[in-house]
C-alpha cells in the first residue's frame, strides 16, 4: 500500500504529471528547467528545485549534463500517477449516472471477425479477456438511445493504439466496459475507422453473444456501460 501523501506532495504530483506529459513516463526527455518553470508558471531557479524534490522522493531519475538537465519518471513516480489516476476515476464515477441504450440486433458487413483476429493479441493485453473473434453489431433503438450512445463516446475510454500488422496499418480504437442484458460482460468497441454510422455499436465478449443469449436480427437488447477498476490497470500501458 502506497504511504500517505504529505501535504507538499501534492504540488509535486502535479510536476509529476507534467513531466509525464512531456513523455518522461516512457523514456529520458530533456527538460529545461526555464520551460518546464513556465509550464508549472514557477521562476526558473524553483523548477530546479521542484526537480530535486521529485528525485530525492525517488519519483524521478535525473541527470544534468553540459546539454542540460534530462528526467525520466521511475516506477515509483508511475505508481503515484496511476494511484492518483485511480482516487480521481473513483470520485469522478460515482457522479456518473448509469448509462445504457437499446440497441437492435443486425448482422454486419462481416469484418468484425477479421479485425478482431489482427486486434487479439492486442485486444487480450489490453481488456483482460481473449475475445471472441466477431463483433454483436447495434442499432440505436431510438434518438434517446442513439444520445446515450454518444454519451458513452464523450467518456474517458480503453485506449487500443495503432499498429501494422499483415502488411497494412491498423487505426487506433476505444473500448468502453459493459453489460450486455445484465449478464454478460463485454467491451463496447469504437474504431477509428469504420464503415458504421454513429448509430452503431459493436460489441465485444469472450464469447459468442448470439449464441450466449439466444438472438437474432431485429431483436432488441439492452447494454449498459460500466466501471471496472481493473480497466485503469489496463489503460495504463
Not at 33 to 50: C, D, H, N, P, V
Not at 167 to 189: F, N
Amino acid at each position: 500500500m502506497a504511504e500517505a501523501l504529505e501535504r507538499d506532495d501534492y504540488g509535486l504530483l502535479f510536476a509529476l504529471i507534467r513531466l509525464a506529459e512531456l513523455g518522461a513516463h516512457k523514456s529520458l526527455v530533456k527538460v529545461p528547467t526555464e520551460k518546464f518553470g513556465s509550464i508549472l508558471r514557477l521562476s526558473q531557479q524553483s523548477a530546479s528545485r521542484i526537480l530535486r524534490l521529485l528525485e530525492q522522493r525517488g519519483w524521478i531519475e535525473r541527470f544534468v549534463s553540459r546539454e542540460g538537465t534530462y528526467a525520466r519518471i521511475t516506477n515509483g513516480g508511475f505508481e503515484r500517477l496511476i494511484g492518483l489516476h485511480r482516487d480521481l476515476a473513483r470520485i469522478l464515477e460515482s457522479r456518473i449516472e448509469p448509462i445504457a441504450f437499446r440497441g437492435i440486433v443486425f448482422t454486419g458487413f462481416g469484418e468484425g471477425n477479421y479485425y478482431v483476429k489482427l486486434y487479439r493479441r492486442v485486444l487480450r493485453d489490453k481488456l483482460g479477456f481473449d475475445p471472441y473473434p466477431g463483433t454483436l453489431n447495434l442499432r440505436a433503438a431510438t434518438i434517446e438511445d442513439l444520445k446515450a450512445l454518444e454519451r458513452i463516446r464523450s467518456l474517458p475510454a480503453i485506449e487500443i493504439p495503432s499498429f501494422k500488422g499483415r502488411g497494412r496499418s491498423l487505426g487506433s480504437a476505444r473500448c468502453y466496459r459493459v453489460a450486455v442484458e445484465h449478464r454478460v460482460r463485454g467491451v463496447m468497441i469504437v474504431p477509428e475507422r469504420t464503415h458504421y454510422g454513429r448509430d452503431v455499436a459493436e460489441i465485444l465478449a469472450a464469447e459468442r453473444l448470439r449464441e450466449k443469449l439466444g438472438l437474432k436480427d431485429g431483436d432488441i437488447i439492452t447494454v449498459e456501460l460500466t466501471f471496472e477498476e481493473d480497466s485503469l490497470s489496463k489503460a495504463k500501458g
